[in-house]
Structure formats: C-alpha cells, structure tokens
T-cell receptor, first 109, second 115 residues
Framework: GENVEQHLSTLSVQEGDSAVIKCTYS??????FPWYKQELGKRPQLIID?????GEKKDQRIAVTLNKTAKHFSLHITETQPEDSAVYFC????????FGAGTRLFVKA | DAGITQSPRHKVTETGTPVTLRCHQT?????MYWYRQDPGHGLRLIHY???????DKGEVSDGYSVSRSKTEDFLLTLESATSSQTSVYFC??????????????FGEGSWLTVV
C-alpha cells in the first residue's frame, strides 16, 4: 500500500545552523505534500505545503523541495532557533493523506 | 486555528468499557477524520467521513466505530476498550477530499488511557 518514509527519527543541530528533513513516498499519484510541526502536548499544525506542479516553495526561514522523479521531498529550515525544536511530520496526499512517522528536531542553544 | 473541539480532552477508562470521543467543527467542512498518534508510528488514520452518514475505514479501524449524524459532529466509539487503544486521538477536518492543496487541520487531541 501507500507509504511515506521519514528517514530520520531525530535530528540535532546547533542554533543558527540549517536543518533538513527528508521524506520518500511510494504512491506516484500523490499530488500534495504538507509539512506539520507539533510541539509537545499540542496539535500538529501546518507550516508549509507544496503541490506536485511546483519544485520548491519558501516561506521566510522554511522551504520545501519536491523531486517527483525520485519521489522524495524535503523540509529545509535555515538559521534554526530553539523554538524550532519540535516534531515535524511530512505527508503525501494521493487518494488519502499518508503521514510519515515524524522527526524530532532538537535545536541546541 | 480551525474551529475544531474535541471532548473529552483527557480520559482514563477500564478495559472492556465503551468509550466515545466527540469531535465538533464550526467550519462546515465536508471531510472529518479520526487519527491516533503513538510513538514511532506517527499519525494513523482510524476512520474518516466524507459527508453525513458517509464513513469509511482507515488503516487501523479494528476495534473502532464512527458515526456522523450532522455535518459538524463526528463520533469515535471504542466498543470495548483495550490497553492497546491507549493513545492520543486527533480529530481532523478538510474542506474536500482528494483535491490537490486540500489541507487537513487538526483538533487539540484527546488523551485516552485504558487501564
């Protein structure tokens, strides 16, 4: 069945460095790729998304890239700050939305 | 934040008892979902609804049932709770289903412990 693999379960970076979280999807019909941020004890919240007809999208310090040929997409966070520490979920939507298992990002001050 | 309210937010129940979680939305969105979140598994779809009285199973539907009698309400029932159903349950909504760019918004979550 459809699957979304989120390659890193944890990622630790120094404040000010960049963080990259990569996901791979299996359903070639997937056409929408949202990213969610979940702080401890809170709900997942959408931070950025990309559609299949676009290769890259930026919003201030965050960006998402999509490689449809390779079926992978990545979240890029530049100039990381302690408040970026959270769990990040990728997702791919074809017939249904499938979520990755999540990556816990630690930003060390 | 999208207008999604879950109740109860926290519940402890005994094995074998029935439990119902309620989700109420004020956005008039057609699609509603129930997910469970467990460490290492991310967000897994239990059931979803695409309209009043229209529901379908997700990837982890065993032991759960749902009902949607009104657009704004989506109920998740555990007929006989088991310890494996201890989890955080998130209700979610989206305006439509398969269309590209159709964002899913989550409620605040319901923490369920089955002892």
């Amino acid at each position: 069945g459809e699957n979304v693999e989120q390659h890193l379960s944890t990622l630790s970076v120094q404040e000010g460095d960049s963080a990259v979280i990569k996901c791979t999807y299996s359903d070639s019909a997937s056409n929408y790729f949202p990213w969610y941020k979940q702080e401890l004890g809170k709900r997942p919240q959408l931070i950025i998304d990309i559609r299949s007809n676009v290769g890259e999208k930026k919003d201030q310090r965050i960006a998402v890239t999509l490689n449809k040929t390779a079926k992978h997409f990545s979240l890029h966070i530049t100039e990381t700050q302690p408040e970026d520490s959270a769990v990040y979920f990728c997702a791919a939507r074809g017939f249904k939305t499938i979520f990755g298992a999540g990556t816990r990002l630690f930003v060390k001050a | 934040d999208a207008g999604i309210t879950q109740s109860p937010r926290h519940k402890v129940t005994e094995t074998g008892t029935p439990v119902t979680l309620r989700c109420h939305q004020t956005e008039n969105h057609r699609y509603m979902y129930w997910y469970r979140q467990d460490p290492g598994h991310g967000l897994r779809l239990i059931h979803y609804s695409y309209g009043v009285k229209d529901t379908d199973k997700g990837e982890v539907s065993d032991g759960y049932s749902v009902s949607r009698s009104k657009t704004e309400d989506f109920l998740l029932t555990l007929e006989s709770a088991t310890s494996s159903q201890t989890s955080v349950y998130f209700c979610a909504i989206s305006e439509s289903g398969r269309s590209s760019g159709n964002t899913i918004y989550f409620g605040e979550g319901s923490w369920l412990t089955v002892v």
